[in-house]
Structure formats: structure tokens, C-alpha cells
């Protein structure tokens, strides 16, 4: 169980003084501007909860988490944790690079907690959850990054604490991997265990939590369950949310880069046509590319996928400089609820250039589609079918 | 197991401390094996270091300067004093720098950060081993040394130091999350200190008052307490050595209680 009760964290900005700065004249060095990253929030999770923590940029999810994961001490308030937490903050916690796999799993459980025969005990079903057993003993810096997030948390969902703190870290993996981490987590939940999980992925919030929180500001926003909390958080307006982070993302490098992404109209439902404008620039003059746009429902399964080549047979001879492509969808053929959609540029059948994985997510409202007053949101099946029924009695 | 989680700073919590103790051993392991991983030479790194150095004392203190040295072979009296002196130079240094060297971790997991500059002190006091049998080896070549019941208060001896070093660890690593450029203070400290002990000359040319004077400092004892235990010549312990010694005991607790307030809110200085 955790038990916050008014936790607020304030934060000095500016660099650190210097002795010389401090010799020179005490009092400026030590006086210094001051922020409220988080202040005032309360709330109770139970065991068995798992509770996805929403919110922009700098709202104070992490802050949050950080505290709880005694990171670093609260400015005021308390909060009390019940059974041993593990926090998994950020990529590659604390991996030695020139250590290797198999070392670094021995050192990261030590930080986290766990006594040397506890490791031995679960090493095989560490090494073989994040799928690296052949690389076991490399040094961890010859790892791809994906496969350092894999083992870190493997050794993270197998150290068992009845209470754990993810910030984000699943968003490196890739989505089979995602979909194991997501699955190992919500075992963990049925199993009584206490989780806080802090995501952009509205998605992956709404497949695993059944209560979110919502932070705006440093304060808490929003209490409730998932659904509802999300549509807080996106707006009731704005059914259409862009990732804007996924977007500045992209490698500075690559010969494609895509610089804005926009989906009209911004209010969405089903039957409703769509349309994905993809802005883009070319570094060099790239022959015969491929635009692919996808979307995963909430339980990460692929319901639409479209692309130039090969699939809509769009032949694009070659592109050169700036430039947009749009995607029109005449007639969306999804029930409503939450979908994330996401793009990417390819070499069809050679190769992906770029990559933009879940850009946006799309809050499709629900309509009475069959005219019965029955709204079809996602329990009601994925898929709306144009359709009449007709009784036969014989006799 | 419950944790509170406030504002307020409580206690050192020692009980925890010896529940990482796991960790303390990793951190050490992973201290050594990543330091002499990647060079050639290894572990012998850690042997050639203060042998160096005693070739070079040896030229020119030895040598050039023809400093005495108590009637004992000079590169062994300095090797002698080396040893001790090298493990406690680097423990401090590594200790006061270590919060930052692994600023990656902390910033991330939570565990007592006095692990930390703890584990840079047995780390390098670990180096003192290797070289101790680099000495063994000197001893038997040069017929310098007695063996005597004395050898049984060397541990006595790496424990100040060790207790020193992680005095001057947990004040400088503390102070240097807040002022950065006190992480270099210690370098400079340690290129002084080395002349303010009796490394490369014998205690027995000092005059009076310096001698008292250099007999504040508690690596003055440890130095010489090894060429009293291990060649016969040095200063065997006295009453006098009870005031760095008492310095010491309160320099180490002011210093846990001073990390400890620091590293609560380490993270926001870094």
C-alpha cells in the first residue's frame, strides 16, 4: 500500500555556486530562485491497484516517482510505503558498460536490494525474460540499448518487491517485448502487489490500469478510473492528441526526417473520414520511399496498417527536399474508444528509415451506428459491419 | 517493512547499512574489475604503482639528496612507508569523488549512499594488499625487516588510515556536491600530505618543535608505525598519539551525520 499525504518537492534553479562565487559574496551564492515540481498531492493506492500517473511534460510525474523511490527527499508532506518498493526509473539503471551482462545483473540486483542467493535463485529466469542469454557474458556496452532496457527490467520484475515504481522505462523495448513487461506487470497486480506506473502511452495506461491520476502543474489534477482520467488529460474537445516529444525524437542523421505530423479534423468518431498529413524532409534525394500509418488498439494489437508501397500500390518515384503526404481515410471502421497511431518511413521491403512509434493517439468517439441507441465503444467488438438480421420461425 | 518517507532528516541508520552489505561487496567487486579490466598490464598495475614511485624516491631523496635512512636499505625504508601511505592517498581521493563517479546509479535506485565512498575505501585498500606482498618479496631480497609480534598491529595501523581517509572522504564528497571545485582540493591535500608525513625521510632527522608538530598528523603514526613493526627503526606507539587519534574518531562521526544530511537531496545538486 502507499499512502501520500500532501508531498511536495521544491527545486532550486540555476547552477551550483562555486567556492569563488561563495567567497565573494555569501549570501547571493546560497540564495537561489525556486520551483514547486510538485506540492500538495495526496492520494492512496492499495495492493493489488496498479495506478497509471498521466500528465505533460514537466506536470511532475517523475518528481513524483523519484520521491516515492526515495531518490531524493520531499520538501514537505510524507508518505508512507507498506513492503519493500523497487522504483525502475529511466534506461539502463545503473549498468556498468565495461561489466558484463551477467556481472551487471549481480550488481543491479544488489542496488535494488536483493541478497546474492536470491540473484543465483532466478538468474536463468532473468536472463531468459529479457531474451539475451547468448550475450550473457559481453560487456554490456556491446548491448543495443533495447537490449540493456530488456535486462534491467527483467531484473527489476523478478526481484518481487510488494510495491514497484516504473517511469517509462517500457517505451525503449520493442512492442513483443512491451506486451511481456505489461503482462508480467499485471501478474504482479493480481498477485497483490502495488503498482504506479507513469507512461505517455495512453494506451498502455488504459490496457493496464483500472485508476489513473492525473498531475497538471505540480498538483493533482484528476482521481479516478482510467478511462475517465484519460479523457481529462486529452481533453474533451481534443480527441486528437500529438506526441510532440515522439517527434523531436527522431535521429538528426537520418536521410529522412519527419517535422510535423497533424490529423484533422480534431474531433473524431466512427464512420468519420480522417486525414494524416505527414510533413517531411529529405536530406538527400531518397528513391522510391514507403509511408506506412498504423494503429494499435488499447490492447496493442495492430487493427489498421496502410502504406504506399506495398500495400496501397501508391509508387512514389522519389522524393527530394521538403514536402507533405496525406493519408485520407474515406470512412474510419473502428468502434470507438483509444487508439494510437503511428508512422514510419521505409525502403519497402528493405529497410525502415524512420520511425515514429505511437505519434499520436486518437480518442474516437463512439456513435449509434446501427440506430438502436446502442453507442459502439470498444467492449462492443473492434470493428462496426453494416448489417440487418432477420428471423426465420419455420412454422 | 515500512518506510516513511519526510522532509525531516532522521539518524543514520546503521541497521540498513549492514543490510546492503551485499551491495558494499558488489560495489567493491565491480570497483576493481572495471579499473583493471581494459589495461594490459592488469592487476600488476597496483604492484608497479608504488614501485614507481620508490624508484624515483629512491633517485632522488635516496640518492641525490642522500637523506638517512635509519641505517635500512633507502628503497625499502620508502617502500615501507609507500604503502600505507598510496592505499590511504587513494582511498581518499576515490571516496571523495565517488558520489559523483556514480552519480548514473544514484540518480536512480535508492540505497545508503554511504555504500559508496565506503566502497571506494575497501577497494582501495584491497591495492594495499597486492603491494604488501611486493614488500614481502623486497624483504626477502634485501634481508631488511625482522619478523616479530609487532606484524600483528599492522591491521591496527590500515584501520586509521582507512578511518582517516573516509573522514576526509565523507566531508569532501558532502562538500563537494554543494562546491564542486572542492573535488580537486583533496588531490592537492594529498600531494601535500605526502611531505608533512615521513614517506620519503626518516623521522628521526626532524628536529624539534616540528616533530611535534608533524605528530598532530595521523598518518605520521601509520607510516611509522609500519617501519616499527615491520623493520625495527619508526616511532613505536605513544601517548601522544592519542590527539589525531581522538581527531579522527570525531572527524569520522561529524562526517557520517554531515553525508548524511547531504545525500537525502543529493540528487537535486547533481
Same mark, same amino acid.
Given at each position: 500500500?502507499?499512502?501520500?499525504? $500532501?508531498?511536495?518537492?521544491?527545486?532550486?534553479? $540555476?547552477?551550483?555556486?562555486?567556492?569563488?562565487?561563495?567567497?565573494?559574496?555569501?549570501?547571493?551564492?546560497?540564495? *537561489?530562485?525556486?520551483?514547486?515540481?510538485?506540492?500538495?498531492?495526496?492520494?492512496?493506492?492499495?495492493?493489488?491497484?496498479?495506478?497509471?500517473?498521466?500528465?505533460?511534460?514537466?506536470?511532475?510525474?517523475?518528481?513524483?516517482?523519484?520521491?516515492?523511490?526515495?531518490?531524493?527527499?520531499?520538501?514537505? +508532506?510524507?508518505?508512507?510505503?507498506? +513492503?519493500?518498493?523497487?522504483? =525502475?526509473?529511466?534506461?539502463?539503471?545503473?549498468?556498468?558498460?565495461?561489466?558484463?551482462?551477467?556481472?551487471?545483473?549481480?550488481?543491479?540486483?544488489?542496488? =535494488?536490494?536483493?541478497?546474492?542467493?536470491?540473484?543465483?535463485?532466478?538468474?536463468?529466469?532473468?536472463?531468459?525474460?529479457? +531474451?539475451?542469454?547468448r550475450f550473457i557474458d559481453t560487456p554490456v556496452k556491446r548491448y543495443?540499448?533495447?537490449?540493456?532496457?530488456?535486462?534491467?527490467?527483467?531484473?527489476?520484475?523478478?526481484?518481487?518487491?510488494?510495491?514497484?515504481?516504473?517511469?517509462?522505462?517500457?517505451?525503449?523495448?520493442?512492442?513483443?517485448?512491451?506486451?511481456?513487461?505489461?503482462?508480467?506487470?499485471?501478474?504482479?497486480?493480481?498477485? +497483490?502487489?502495488?503498482?504506479?506506473?507513469?507512461? *505517455?502511452?495512453?494506451?498502455?495506461?488504459?490496457?493496464?490500469?483500472?485508476?489513473?491520476?492525473? =498531475?497538471?502543474?505540480?498538483?493533482?489534477?484528476?482521481?479516478?478510473?482510467?478511462?475517465?482520467?484519460?479523457?481529462?488529460?486529452?481533453?474533451?474537445?481534443?480527441?486528437?492528441?500529438?506526441?510532440?516529444?515522439?517527434?523531436?525524437?527522431?535521429?538528426?542523421?537520418?536521410?529522412?526526417?519527419?517535422?510535423?505530423?497533424?490529423?484533422?479534423?480534431?474531433?473524431?468518431?466512427?464512420?468519420?473520414?480522417?486525414?494524416?498529413?505527414?510533413?517531411?524532409?529529405?536530406?538527400?534525394?531518397?528513391?522510391?520511399?514507403?509511408?506506412?500509418?498504423?494503429?494499435?488498439?488499447?490492447? $496493442?494489437?495492430?487493427?489498421?496498417?496502410?502504406?504506399?508501397?506495398?500495400?496501397?500500390?501508391? *509508387?512514389?518515384?522519389?522524393?527530394? $527536399?521538403?514536402? *507533405?503526404?496525406?493519408?485520407?481515410?474515406?470512412? =474510419?471502421?473502428?468502434?470507438?474508444?483509444?487508439?494510437?497511431?503511428?508512422?514510419?518511413?521505409?525502403?519497402?521491403?528493405?529497410?525502415?528509415?524512420?520511425?515514429?512509434?505511437?505519434?499520436?493517439?486518437?480518442?474516437?468517439?463512439?456513435?449509434?451506428?446501427?440506430?438502436?441507441?446502442?453507442?459502439?465503444?470498444?467492449?462492443?467488438?473492434?470493428?462496426?459491419?453494416?448489417?440487418?438480421?432477420?428471423?426465420?420461425?419455420?412454422? | 517493512?515500512?518506510?516513511?518517507?519526510?522532509? &525531516?532528516?532522521?539518524?543514520?541508520?546503521?541497521?540498513?547499512?549492514?543490510?546492503?552489505?551485499?551491495?558494499?561487496?558488489?560495489?567493491?567487486?565491480?570497483?576493481?574489475?572495471?579499473?583493471?579490466?581494459?589495461?594490459?598490464?592488469?592487476?600488476?598495475?597496483?604492484?608497479?604503482?608504488?614501485?614507481?614511485?620508490?624508484?624515483?624516491?629512491?633517485?632522488? /631523496?635516496?640518492?641525490?639528496?642522500?637523506?638517512?635512512?635509519?641505517?635500512?636499505?633507502?628503497?625499502?625504508?620508502?617502500?615501507?612507508?609507500?604503502?600505507?601511505?598510496?592505499?590511504?592517498?587513494?582511498?581518499?581521493?576515490?571516496? &571523495?569523488?565517488?558520489?559523483?563517479?556514480?552519480?548514473?546509479?544514484? &540518480?536512480?535506485?535508492?540505497?545508503?549512499?554511504?555504500?559508496?565512498?565506503?566502497?571506494?575505501?575497501?577497494?582501495?585498500?584491497?591495492?594495499?594488499?597486492?603491494?604488501?606482498?611486493?614488500?614481502?618479496?623486497?624483504?626477502?631480497?634485501?634481508?631488511? !625487516?625482522?619478523?616479530?609480534?609487532?606484524?600483528?598491529?599492522?591491521?591496527?595501523?590500515?584501520?586509521?588510515?582507512?578511518?582517516?581517509a573516509l573522514a576526509i572522504g565523507l566531508w569532501a564528497a558532502a562538500?563537494?556536491?554543494? /562546491?564542486?571545485?572542492?573535488?580537486?582540493?583533496?588531490?592537492?591535500?594529498?600531494?601535500?600530505?605526502?611531505?608533512?608525513?615521513?614517506?620519503?625521510? &626518516?623521522?628521526?632527522?626532524?628536529?624539534?618543535?616540528?616533530?611535534?608538530?608533524?605528530?598532530?598528523?595521523?598518518?605520521?603514526?601509520? %607510516?611509522?608505525?609500519?617501519?616499527?613493526?615491520?623493520?625495527?627503526? !619508526?616511532?613505536?606507539?605513544?601517548?601522544?598519539?592519542?590527539?589525531?587519534?581522538?581527531? %579522527?574518531?570525531?572527524?569520522?562521526?561529524?562526517g557520517v551525520v554531515v553525508f548524511h544530511r547531504m545525500e537525502r537531496?543529493?540528487?537535486?545538486?547533481?
Open positions: 500500500m502507499i499512502r501520500v499525504e $500532501g508531498l511536495g518537492k521544491r527545486y532550486r534553479i $540555476g547552477g551550483e555556486p562555486t567556492l569563488r562565487a561563495l567567497l565573494r559574496s555569501p549570501r547571493a551564492a546560497l540564495q *537561489h530562485e525556486t520551483i514547486w515540481a510538485l506540492r500538495d498531492v495526496s492520494f492512496i493506492v492499495q495492493p493489488g491497484e496498479i495506478v497509471g500517473v498521466i500528465g505533460r511534460n514537466g506536470a511532475g510525474k517523475s518528481t513524483l516517482l523519484r520521491l516515492l523511490g526515495r531518490i531524493t527527499a520531499p520538501t514537505e +508532506g510524507r508518505a508512507v510505503l507498506h +513492503g519493500r518498493a523497487a522504483a =525502475l526509473l529511466e534506461v539502463g539503471t545503473g549498468f556498468h558498460p565495461d561489466l558484463t551482462g551477467r556481472e551487471n545483473v549481480y550488481l543491479n540486483g544488489a542496488i =535494488l536490494g536483493m541478497s546474492r542467493r536470491e540473484i543465483e535463485r532466478k538468474f536463468e529466469a532473468i536472463v531468459a525474460f529479457a +531474451g539475451v542469454a543495443s540499448s533495447g537490449m540493456q532496457v530488456r535486462l534491467a527490467f527483467a531484473v527489476a520484475a523478478h526481484l518481487e518487491p510488494e510495491i514497484l515504481l516504473i517511469d517509462e522505462v517500457l517505451a525503449v523495448g520493442d512492442a513483443a517485448f512491451q506486451q511481456k513487461s505489461l503482462g508480467r506487470m499485471g501478474e504482479a497486480a493480481r498477485a +497483490g502487489r502495488t503498482i504506479l506506473f507513469v507512461s *505517455h502511452d495512453m494506451s498502455a495506461i488504459a490496457q493496464l490500469c483500472s485508476r489513473a491520476i492525473l =498531475l497538471e502543474g505540480g498538483h493533482l489534477a484528476a482521481d479516478g478510473p482510467a478511462d475517465s482520467v484519460i479523457g481529462a488529460y486529452l481533453g474533451q474537445t481534443e480527441s486528437v492528441h500529438i506526441d510532440e516529444g515522439v517527434v523531436a525524437a527522431q535521429p538528426q542523421d537520418a536521410p529522412i526526417r519527419i517535422e510535423a505530423v497533424a490529423i484533422t479534423p480534431e474531433a473524431v468518431g466512427t464512420g468519420d473520414p480522417l486525414t494524416v498529413r505527414i510533413h517531411y524532409r529529405a536530406a538527400e534525394p531518397l528513391a522510391a520511399p514507403g509511408f506506412v500509418v498504423t494503429l494499435h488498439d488499447t490492447l $496493442g494489437v495492430e487493427v489498421v496498417r496502410l502504406s504506399t508501397l506495398p500495400i496501397s500500390g501508391f *509508387h512514389i518515384e522519389r522524393i527530394e $527536399g521538403a514536402g *507533405h503526404i496525406d493519408l485520407h481515410i474515406d470512412s =474510419l471502421p473502428l468502434t470507438g474508444g483509444l487508439y494510437t497511431l503511428s508512422l514510419a518511413v521505409t525502403r519497402p521491403r528493405v529497410d525502415t528509415l524512420v520511425a515514429l512509434d505511437r505519434v499520436a493517439t486518437l480518442r474516437i468517439a463512439a456513435r449509434d451506428l446501427y440506430g438502436s441507441g446502442v453507442l459502439l465503444t470498444r467492449s462492443r467488438g473492434v470493428v462496426p459491419v453494416a448489417h440487418r438480421w432477420s428471423l426465420h420461425p419455420s412454422d | 517493512m515500512e518506510t516513511i518517507i519526510e522532509p &525531516a532528516r532522521p539518524a543514520p541508520d546503521l541497521r540498513e547499512l549492514w543490510r546492503y552489505r551485499e551491495l558494499l561487496y558488489v560495489l567493491v567487486l565491480r570497483d576493481i574489475r572495471a579499473r583493471y579490466r581494459q589495461m594490459a598490464l592488469g592487476p600488476a598495475w597496483i604492484a608497479l604503482k608504488p614501485l614507481i614511485t620508490m624508484v624515483i624516491f629512491s633517485l632522488v /631523496f635516496g640518492g641525490l639528496a642522500g637523506l638517512p635512512s635509519d641505517g635500512v636499505a633507502y628503497p625499502v625504508f620508502t617502500f615501507t612507508a609507500l604503502l600505507p601511505w598510496m592505499a590511504f592517498a587513494e582511498a581518499a581521493r576515490a571516496s &571523495a569523488g565517488s558520489l559523483v563517479a556514480r552519480m548514473d546509479v544514484i &540518480a536512480k535506485v535508492y540505497f545508503p549512499r554511504l555504500v559508496v565512498p565506503l566502497a571506494a575505501v575497501l577497494a582501495a585498500l584491497l591495492d594495499l594488499v597486492v603491494s604488501f606482498g611486493v614488500l614481502l618479496v623486497l624483504m626477502a631480497i634485501s634481508g631488511e !625487516g625482522v619478523l616479530s609480534w609487532r606484524w600483528l598491529l599492522l591491521p591496527g595501523y590500515v584501520l586509521l588510515a582507512a578511518a582517516t562538500a563537494a556536491v554543494r /562546491f564542486r571545485d572542492l573535488r580537486f582540493a583533496v588531490g592537492y591535500l594529498m600531494q601535500a600530505g605526502i611531505y608533512a608525513t615521513p614517506v620519503a625521510y &626518516a623521522a628521526s632527522i626532524v628536529p624539534e618543535p616540528w616533530l611535534s608538530a608533524l605528530k598532530l598528523n595521523p598518518m605520521f603514526w601509520v %607510516v611509522e608505525g609500519f617501519r616499527w613493526a615491520l623493520l625495527g627503526t !619508526g616511532t613505536p606507539p605513544e601517548p601522544a598519539m592519542l590527539i589525531p587519534l581522538l581527531a %579522527v574518531g570525531l572527524a569520522l562521526a561529524s537531496t543529493i540528487v537535486d545538486w547533481l
